[in-house]
T-cell receptor
Framework: EDQVTQSPEALRLQEGESSSLNCSYTVSGLRGLFWYRQDPGKGPEFLFTLYSAGEEKEKERLKATLTKKESFLHITAPKPEDSATYLCAVHTSLQGAQKLVFGQGTRLTINP | KAGVTQTPRYLIKTRGQQVTLSCSPISGHRSVSWYQQTPGQGLQFLFEYFSETQRNKGNFPGRFSGRQFSNSRSEMNVSTLELGDSALYLC???????????FGPGTRLLVL
């Protein structure tokens, strides 16, 4: 069964304190891995798409990397506005059905 | 470019009633997917439509249904509402279901 696991569930950092979020996956027919940011009461906001092991993408203080079994979202010198839930999803294709399978998310809090 | 829009944003229904939610995708996007988000289960895939055809379906009972119109707008319907159907229902659109999906703000449904 397709499975995506994110860790930690919650992370509290001080402003400027860098860290990484993990997304490990077990899927059949991986077609891409996506990172989203979700603020309370809102829909997920797209951040990155990664397709192959070794690929990296960067946007402001965020950098996403991908291996064959997991992805990391590195946050460098975060600011309070980076506080949100970060969701990882894998695009799978099983028996012709294609869908996104989401992890439970990491709730990130950045204290000023 | 306008994003994905969903209406209504909030709904309160009672058990046994039915509800219809609407989603307008980003212009030019032909794939529309629906997800249910709850605190316990996270984001779960309901179904995906492309060019008015349902191509993929998640593990939800037949009370959950949907359709897509020729202008790519989509509706989902939940009949015989149960308390457990209370959730944030999210719609996402993409040019195809193999490319990045962009989410709307969601419809928050409360079943009493």
């Amino acid at each position: 069964e397709d499975q995506v696991t994110q860790s930690p569930e919650a992370l509290r950092l001080q402003e400027g304190e860098s860290s990484s979020l993990n997304c490990s996956y077990t899927v059949s027919g991986l077609r891409g891995l996506f990172w989203y940011r979700q603020d309370p009461g809102k829909g997920p906001e797209f951040l990155f798409t990664l397709y192959s092991a070794g690929e990296e993408k960067e946007k402001e203080r965020l950098k996403a990397t991908l291996t064959k079994k997991e992805s990391f979202l590195h946050i460098t010198a975060p600011k309070p506005e980076d506080s949100a839930t970060y969701l990882c999803a894998v695009h799978t294709s099983l028996q012709g059905a294609q869908k996104l399978v989401f992890g439970q998310g990491t709730r990130l809090t950045i204290n000023p | 470019k306008a994003g994905v829009t969903q209406t209504p944003r909030y709904l309160i229904k009672t058990r046994g009633q039915q509800v219809t939610l609407s989603c307008s995708p980003i212009s030019g996007h032909r794939s529309v997917s629906w997800y249910q988000q709850t605190p316990g289960q996270g984001l779960q895939f309901l179904f995906e439509y492309f060019s008015e055809t349902q191509r993929n379906k998640g593990n939800f009972p037949g009370r959950f249904s949907g359709r897509q119109f020729s202008n790519s707008r989509s509706e989902m319907n939940v009949s015989t509402l149960e308390l457990g159907d209370s959730a944030l229902y999210l719609c996402a659109s993409g040019r195809t279901n193999q490319e990045t999906q962009y989410f709307g703000p969601g419809t928050r449904l409360l079943v009493l």
